[in-house]
């Protein structure tokens, strides 16, 4: 450990390192028979869709992050009864004809232009913890624009393992789950303790350290900003449940009433309440036929090349280590499908439905169908346990308009959503 810089402020020594903390409690998750509804993915081209289809309309499917799409985008969010804008974190993209999210905006500016072009809803900025960031850069920056908001923003709490992406960083990685999920732990209690302290704090983490640090202004959500995480694994799981708030999950290989009770069981055995979220894929119209049209276009013009790319450079992005147990076949991923020979496979070793999952919407729970089955699929996932979805379209502007004027009336028609919330 370095020695205490010479002229650093005095500073009251962290009470913990590790989580569970939770300075003033956990924020409110919203009023019962309400679904936190969330645009995923607002900030990178093509958001989950890895579809050719894309090509047809790029303005509107490909270029939707750009900011003259995306402000009349969030603009028309804000109005749209739906909660909030819930940022993709990502420093490369996966190429392919379609250029899989190769362009987005990054996590701080994608922040502060949400808070300046809206009045109500949510804001989830996603960072990455394992570049060798700092807390008080993270936590400064986060304030700031949970001030600019009036407090409607949280964070989405990213323990990366993008491997180019720690190259781009000029690091080896990803550590091991372990590791990763360590440093969000100090990461994590860190900001907690810079955006809730009005004294200046030492922290002599393994991974960070601080000396004499505050920030002002603190953020002015009370008692602090929402936390989400996206992991899979156990270890993931474990430190979401004592950490954060939200859960950003797929329920690949198990149920979402089975999954998400898993987790209310994890946070319960910390005292902890967390809002399961799931990420969700949507093509909806009054005609079935429609969307089935629509869907068998999207299959049959998947961007196999940006999907290859994805698989090498991403790795086991869904699903590390899947219920405890080390059952992903590592052939499928990273630098090891050179050797496994899944690349040369037709549907890249994945089988027909894993392709056609992760082709149309990186894995996420699809929801395909007339405006009154979406709305009936969303109640059901929420009387299975799911608080919070994750809503990504092929074409955002159309579908946020389309969860406005068709999905949310049918939602407040059978008692749910009636107040539209913001985090
Ligand atoms: C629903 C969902 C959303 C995710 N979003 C991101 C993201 O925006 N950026 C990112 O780098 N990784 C993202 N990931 C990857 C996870 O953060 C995580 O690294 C991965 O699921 C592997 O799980 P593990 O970290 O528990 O091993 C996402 C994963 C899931 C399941």
């Known amino acids: 450990m370095a020695p205490r810089p010479p002229l ?11 989580g569970p903390f939770d300075p003033g409690g956990q924020p409110d998750l919203g009023p019962d028979k309400h679904l936190h509804l969330s645009l995923f993915a607002w900030n990178v081209s093509n958001g989950l869709s ?18 003259k799409n995306s402000e009349p985008l969030l603009r028309l969010l804000d109005g749209s009864g739906m909660d909030s804008a819930l940022q993709y974190g990502m420093w490369i993209g996966y190429g392919g004809e379609v250029e ?3 362009h987005h905006y990054d996590w701080a500016t994608a922040g502060a232009i949400t808070a300046a072009v809206t009045q109500r809803i949510g804001i989830f900025q996603t960072i990455h913890i394992g570049y060798n960031i700092s807390p008080m850069f993270i936590a400064k920056q986060t304030a700031s624009v949970n001030h600019v908001s009036g407090g409607r923003s949280g964070v989405n709490i ?3 393992q993008n491997a180019v992406d720690y190259a781009q960083f000029g690091m080896e990685g990803p550590p091991p789950q372990d590791i990763r999920y360590a440093i969000a732990d100090e990461m994590t209690t860190a900001l907690k303790l810079l955006w809730t302290s009005d004294e200046p704090v030492d922290f002599e983490g393994e991974y960070f350290q601080m000396y004499g640090a505050q920030i002002s202004p603190r953020a002015i959500s009370s008692p602090r900003p929402v936390l989400v995480n996206a992991a ?11 950490q954060c708030d939200a859960l950003f999950v797929t329920a690949h290989g198990e149920s979402w009433a089975h999954k998400a009770q898993r987790i209310h069981e994890m946070a319960a055995e910390h005292n902890r309440k967390v809002r399961v979220a799931a990420m969700c894929y949507v093509v909806m119209d009054d005609d079935q036929s429609k969307v089935d049209d629509l869907v068998e276009q999207m299959r049959q013009r998947i961007d196999r090349e940006a999907l290859e790319n994805w698989l090498t450079m991403s790795g086991h992005i869904m699903a590390s280590e899947p219920d405890g147990a080390d059952l992903v076949d590592k052939g499928l991923y990273g630098l090891d499908r050179q050797s496994s020979g899944a690349a040369a496979d037709p549907y890249l070793g994945l089988g027909k439905e894993g392709y056609e999952e992760l082709g149309m919407g990186m894995g996420a729970y699809q929801l395909f169908g007339t405006y009154e089955k979406v709305a009936d699929e969303l109640i059901a996932l929420y009387n299975d346990g799911v608080g919070q979805f994750a809503l990504c379209f092929l074409d955002p502007m159309k579908g946020v308009q389309q969860m406005k004027e068709r999905v949310i009336p049918i939602l407040q028609s059978k008692g749910y959503n009636e107040l539209a919330t913001s985090l």
């Open 232 to 242: 899979a694994s156990t270890i993931g799981l474990d430190y979401a449940t004592r």
């Open 100 to 102: 899989w999210n190769d």
């Open 50 to 67: 890895a579809s050719k289809v894309v090509l047809d309309d790029p303005e509107s499917r490909q270029n939707a992050w750009q900011w």
């Open 8 to 18: 650093a402020r005095p500073g009251l020594a962290a009470p913990t390192l590790r």
């Open 158 to 160: 990213v323990a990366g």
